[in-house]
């Protein structure tokens, strides 16, 4: 078994409301910057045993889809590394 970190980065889909993202970008078009667009993500670090890569990757996925993103709303990205 090996040490691995996973970092998962959950956001919402285009064409969700953003509220969160509406409201900072306002924001910092009040203080003067331009921006284009904004989106907000939360991002999970996950530190876990697993004998590869790859069942690492399967068991965050399989905690990714039942708690971590709600796949009506969220898009995700899932990076693996050994630690």
């Known amino acids: 078994m090996r040490g691995y970190t996973a970092t998962v980065t959950v956001r919402l889909?285009?064409?969700?409301?953003?509220?969160e993202a509406k409201t900072t970008q306002r924001?910092?078009?009040?203080?003067?910057?331009e921006l284009d667009a904004l989106r907000s993500?939360?991002?999970?670090?996950i530190d876990l045993t697993a004998d590869t890569g790859p069942d690492a990757r399967r068991?965050?996925?399989?905690?990714t889809e039942q708690l971590l993103a709600n796949p009506t709303l969220h898009d995700y990205e899932i990076a693996?590394?050994?630690r």
């Open 41 to 45: 993500a939360d991002q999970f670090e």
């Open 59 to 63: 068991r965050v996925e399989e905690m």
């Open 13 to 19: 889909k285009d064409g969700v409301l953003d509220p």
């Open 27 to 33: 924001a910092l078009e009040r203080l003067g910057f």
């Open 80 to 82: 693996v590394e050994k």
